[in-house]
Nanobody
Framework: VQLQASGGGLVQTGGSLRLSCAASGRGRIFSNNGMGWFRQAPDKEREFVASISWNGRNINYSDSVKGRFTISRDNTKNTVYLQMNSLKPEDTAVYYC?????????????????WGRGTQVTVSS
């Protein structure tokens, strides 16, 4: 399974971006598996951002993005999205999407078996 994240870029504080993560390869693994977004800032550990279950009914966010970010998925397109609004400089990081080992996704990195390469998000102050 290959995951390709896109949609990152440079945006001013308060702006918005929409990240996409397209899965290819073993297509069924996408529609049957939970998906998540993580991010990693320079000199920091990769941290959880948001997750969504296989059917989109179970969604979780980190406290730092709750109310500003929205995760969604379209299983017909093998794609998961992260809509990011009201961006802050502290949101600056490389954003990674991951495919969970099962139908449900959590905030634990070890729960994910496949990772995309990441897309850079930079928020200027």
């Amino acid at each position: 399974v290959q995951l390709q994240a896109s949609g990152g870029g440079l945006v001013q504080t308060g702006g918005s971006l929409r990240l996409s993560c397209a899965a290819s390869g073993r297509g069924r693994i996408f529609s049957n598996n939970g998906m998540g977004w993580f991010r990693q800032a320079p000199d920091k550990e990769r941290e959880f951002v948001a997750s969504i279950s296989w059917n989109g009914r179970n969604i979780n966010y980190s406290d730092s993005v709750k109310g500003r970010f929205t995760i969604s998925r379209d299983n017909t397109k093998n794609t998961v999205y992260l809509q990011m609004n009201s961006l802050k400089p502290e949101d600056t990081a490389v954003y990674y999407c991951g495919a969970a080992r099962g139908a449900w996704a959590t905030n634990a990195r070890e729960n994910y078996q496949y990772w995309g390469r990441g897309t850079q998000v930079t928020v200027s102050s």
